[in-house]
């Protein structure tokens, strides 16, 4: 995808003549281009959420699963940068089926988190809206790492991966705030 046009303003002429076929095979794939929008989120989504559960099951020690899950968070971007500026376009201007889908997306993210997080030790005894709470919390820092990076790499060309300086910066603010939140967690009570 040219990284000048919104996927809005994108023809499926435009989209199968990149792809170098003909429309009919778009398709066989697709109904529409809201369903490749979809295909889109779902893929750029998927792997990362996939890698990060991964992280946290490792075992119960907080500073290891920040670091690592900030870790793999950058890496990702920076591997995938097109995915990751397309849904963060799509998330704040976006067409509302995109919109929807990535909100979506977001709330599972969030929700397996909280699953996970249940599993610590400290964190047993939360309920499921504080639990919902904290992952919420991780989960907006983790977008905002994404943002930052995507930022730093719009001061270069369009598409242009975030440089390993941005990455760095971006995982040592990332992973100050993860841990920020984490201190507070053996101090927080819900009012009833």
């Known amino acids: 995808m040219d990284a000048g046009i919104s996927f809005d303003r994108l023809s499926l002429r435009r989209v199968t003549h990149a792809a170098g076929v003909v429309p009919a ?3 066989r794939h697709f109904a529409s281009m809201d369903e490749l929008g979809l295909a889109l989120v779902e893929e750029s989504v998927r792997a990362l959420r996939s890698m990060l559960r991964e992280a946290r099951e490792g075992g119960p020690e907080p500073e ?4 690592s899950s900030v870790l793999i968070l950058v890496e990702h971007v920076r591997e995938h940068p097109r995915h990751f500026a397309f849904i963060a376009y799509a998330r704040a201007s976006g067409n509302a089926v995109l919109r929807h889908a990535i909100r979506n997306e977001i709330r599972l993210f969030a929700s397996e988190l909280a699953t996970d997080l249940a599993r610590f030790p ?5 309920t499921t809206d504080d639990l919902q709470m904290l992952s919420a919390l991780f989960v907006d820092t983790m977008i905002a790492t994404i943002e930052s990076m995507l930022e730093a790499a719009s001061r270069g060309a369009l598409g242009d991966a975030p440089s390993p300086e941005a990455g760095a910066e971006s995982a040592i603010l990332a992973e100050k705030q993860l841990r920020l939140i984490a201190l507070a967690i053996p101090h927080w009570r819900s009012k009833p």
């Open 122 to 126: 400290v964190l047993r005894e939360w």
């Open 25 to 27: 095979a778009f398709y």
């Open 64 to 67: 290891r699963v920040i670091h």
